[in-house]
Structures are given as C-alpha cells and as structure tokens.
C-alpha cells in the first residue's frame, strides 16, 4: 500500500492524506525533528531500500537516497537528529542524518535481531526488545550511539514479537503484538534492570482471547491502538478499529 491517513483523536475521524511515492508494506519508519522517514519494506515481492519522507505540515513526501542495504520488518527509532533502523531482514545497523543526507552503517544488533523487534531510547541509550523467532523473542539489548557498541540485558519474560515500546518515567513498557492472548503488559525498570508483567491489562476484546499485530501513536499522555487485529485459539480476525488509554501515565501506576 501507498495510503497515507491522519487520524484526529478529537473529532475521531481520519483524514486521507497524499500517497507515499513507493507502496510497500512490512516497512519501518522513524521520526526526526517532525519528519516521518519511512525505509525500506517488501514491493514488488522482494525487499527494497527506498527512502521517502513525510512532512504533515505540507502533505508532501520526498524521495531520499536508499539505504544501504535492502531491509523489512526493522524499526525504526529517531534520536538526536537521526533516524535508526535496526536489524530486520538485512540484519544491519543503517542510520540516516537529514542534515547531511547521507546514510552511515553502526555495529549490528549482537545475534542480528532478526525482525519484528521493538525498540525505545532512554537516556542517549537505544534499546532493541524481542524479535520474530527464538532466540530473539527474549533478548534484550542496548545500543550507545556514542560508542558504538552494544549490550546484552537481561532476558524478556515470555519473550516479544512484533512488539511496540514506550517510555513512561524510568520504565520502558512493551506490549507484544503477535497473539498476545494474555494480553500482557511487560515493564523494564532501566535503573534495576529488572522485568515485571501484568497479565490482563488490556481488556479482552469481544469474540476473542486477545490482541494480535496492532500499531501504537503516543499522543498527549494516552495511547492509541489501532489496526491489527484479535486473537483467539481459532486465528486471528482483522480489523481497523482505534482502542485509545489514558491518561497513560496515571493508567500505568494504578492498574
């Protein structure tokens, strides 16, 4: 697909919006200074490396130089005027910088991440989270841009795929978004280095045990899950519906 929507929280409607120069699917993308930098994804039934971004305050996509090498099923993160895509099909570590257009490659993700990872920053730190198959569902790592070098973290309970992270506070929280029939919330405490679950915390869908390959926008301190689809022991059932939480941070502390 080439859509692209905007979706207003406040009248709860969407909006069509100019269409990505290249349709493509299973593609990362990452925000930097306002700008959503979309790389990479599977068109034309193999992977590409087309870069576009998108600029909401114009409606206008621009085509960029690719990257490196072709990748889908990475994500991306931004963080100090660059957009990180990490791992994925290729495996690879490809950082854009806007203000020179170029593209540079860091050190690979320990293990190569495989796809389907979450990730979030902390302090300066970029943080890779689970993966597609094992091992990776439950590794964990951590990135210094600075340095250039990574670390292995202690190991995620039950293990992630196709997972979304966020920060709230010192804690990166992760939800699994790949049959997650126990619809459980995984919480890392970045100081102790520990993990902590709650299972349940979603409520169960109608029709169904659980959430399966949803997509979250953070947006004024809530949470909004939207796409995707439901998950019970018979397969997953599709839709596109928008399930919004918050105010997030107080949602967090007290369920």
């Given amino acids: 697909l080439k859509t692209t929507e905007e979706y207003n929280p406040d009248t709860d409607t969407w909006t069509k919006k100019a269409d990505m120069p290249t349709a493509r699917g299973w593609n990362p993308w990452a925000v930097v200074n306002d700008i959503i930098y979309v790389a990479g ?13 998108y600029d909401p305050a114009t409606d206008k996509w621009t ?48 293990g190569g991440a495989g796809e389907d990872h979450a990730v979030a920053e902390v302090d300066g730190k970029l943080y890779v989270i689970g993966g597609a198959y094992n091992p990776d569902r439950v590794l964990m790592r951590r990135y210094d841009p600075i340095a250039n070098l990574w670390e292995p973290l202690p190991q995620v309970p039950g293990g992630v795929t196709d997972g979304w992270a966020f920060v709230v506070g010192r804690s990166i929280y992760v939800w699994c978004g790949w049959d997650n029939l126990d619809r459980r919330l995984r919480v890392f405490d970045v100081d102790s280095q520990t993990w902590s679950s709650r299972d349940n915390f979603m409520p169960q869908p109608t029709g169904a045990n659980g959430y399966s390959r949803f997509k979250i926008a953070m947006l004024n301190g809530r949470a909004y899950f939207m796409g995707g689809g439901v998950s019970s022991n018979e397969g997953v059932g599709y839709n596109l519906n928008v399930v919004s939480f918050g105010p997030l941070e107080a949602y967090l502390y007290t369920k």
């Fill in 63 to 110: 085509v960029l130089p690719a990257m490196p090498a072709a990748s889908a099923a990475s994500w991306g993160l931004g963080y100090n005027g660059k957009a990180y895509f990490f791992a994925g099909t290729s495996g690879a570590t490809q950082i854009y910088d806007p203000a020179t257009n170029k593209w540079t490659t860091g050190a690979a993700v320990p």
């Fill in 41 to 53: 994804g599977v068109a034309g039934g193999g992977y590409v490396a087309n870069l576009e971004s």
